[in-house]
């Protein structure tokens, strides 16, 4: 018997499709085969690149601001805003996918535009401010992030240091007195889904930044950067040193994480359990005879605990039969139904040229919708 009521949460299809766009491709393929179908659409994310758009429909407005990229070149984003409540995303405002010509910067890239819009929501009215790391393109430790929210950065002449990671070797002072006063007064919640110490073999270095351009040279100078960044604001803020770098998070989005967990009293919660909440998803799984997840690749990366894993997890705990498309998957039958899927429909398995899977994904998930149905 075809499922009466289904909800379809998935995330986008990089490179693609939206998350919204592709759970409108999966519904309109299961309603074209069953028509009698409730059919809600649950766009999800994790944290990382498509947050902000994701809670576009679920209660939140979006709301445009114009803050600084990676390399300080202005860029038009947007943060999402629901009452007090609001959610700022790195990878819209200074992440990867901001870089002029893709054009990668690991030394002097800038965490400023996400701090520009923490500052535009606390200015909208924001109580309380979520702060989605992912996608990151700078190793500043949320050097720049401070100083768009007041803080200075100053070497042994009292000078303002450059932006960027590699200066921060020249860091004798930081000075958070500027530092906006409401701030003490806005909660800050970090949605992120690793764990990493700031500095270390599995630093925000170590881990993060060769995929942000950084050589051997680059990741030794950073990683000495970072050293002298975190010595420097444990003595500002005194804080106990070892406690704030090792704390688990710090080392996300290039050090982001620590930045916002050591000078902003903020605190981390995983992405995917966060979003889902805001999303409402608990709610939305009321009488659902079907969940369809997935995204552009079903890997063992989506198991450590990307959006669709936390769907799967949902579904299960509401013992509610999972489904997962994707692009493509390089997990086995066993693993996906250990990760809770009772099926796994690939574009390829329709279309074997990944190109074309690429070109026409919306017209295939919706294919693969109407199996579904």
Known sequence: MPA??????????K???TAREVDEAVAAGILAA????????????DGGDGTVAALAGAGFDLVPVEVSGPTLEPVAAHYAVRGDLAVVELADTCG??????????????????LGEAVLAAVDGGARTVVIGLGGSASNDGGAGMLRAL??????????????GGGPLGSLAEIDLSGLDPRLQETEIVVACDVDNPLLGPRGAVATFSAQKGAGHADQELLEAALATYAATVAAATGRDHAEIVDAPGAGAAGGVGFAALAVLGGRVERGVELLLGLVGFAEALAGADLVVTGEGSFDHQTLSGKAPMGVLQAARKAN???????????????????AGAAQVRALTDLEPDPERCMTNAAELLSQLGGELG
């Open 4 to 13: 009466r009521r289904v909800v379809v949460a998935c995330d986008k299809f």
């Open 15 to 17: 490179g693609s499709l």
């Open 34 to 45: 069953n028509p009698e179908a409730e059919v809600r659409i649950v766009p999800i994310a």
């Open 96 to 113: 990867l996918l901001r870089l002029p010509g893709g054009r990668l910067a690991p030394l002097t890239a800038s965490s400023r535009g």
């Open 150 to 163: 007041g803080a200075r950065l100053l070497d042994a002449a009292g000078s303002e240091l450059p932006e």
């Open 320 to 338: 509610i039969r999972a489904v997962v498309v994707c692009g493509r998957t390089t997990l086995s039958p066993a693993e996906a139904e250990q």
